[in-house]
C-alpha cells in the first residue's frame, strides 16, 4: 500500500485528524497534509514515529507483519525501505532523461 493511502487508514483507525498527527510528531499541519495527499513522503525519523504511532505496520510491511508477532518495525526496516524508494526514484529520473534525449528537437 502506498504510503500516504496507510497513513490516510491508520489516522482513520485511530479517529485522528492531521492536526493530531502534526502536534504529535511536531511539525506544521500543511507537512501532514502534503503527506496524506500524497504530494510529498514522509522520511527519516518522521517516517518511523508515524508507522509506530499509527500502528499501520501491517500497511507498509504485510509480509513481514505476518511473520512478526512484534508490530514495531525496526528502524533498520524502514531504512532497507526507504534506500530502495530512493533507487526507484533515481531509476526513474535517468529513464526520464533518456526519454527526454530521443525526443526530436524542434
Known sequence: M????????G??????RQSDVAN???????VV??????NTSPTGENLVNLINFLEIHDLI???KFAEKKDKHVT??????VWY???S???????MQKQLDELKPSK
Open 61 to 63: 510491511f504485510p509480509e
Open 88 to 94: 526507484l526514484r533515481e531509476t526513474v529520473e535517468k
Open 2 to 9: 502506498e504510503i500516504h493511502k496507510a497513513l490516510l487508514v
Open 33 to 38: 497534509h502534503n503527506w496524506v495527499t500524497g
Open 24 to 30: 504529535k510528531l511536531g511539525v506544521a499541519r500543511p
Open 75 to 80: 528502524r533498520l526496516e524502514i531504512e532497507a
Open 84 to 86: 530502495k524508494m530512493e
Open 11 to 16: 489516522m482513520n483507525r485511530k479517529n485522528l
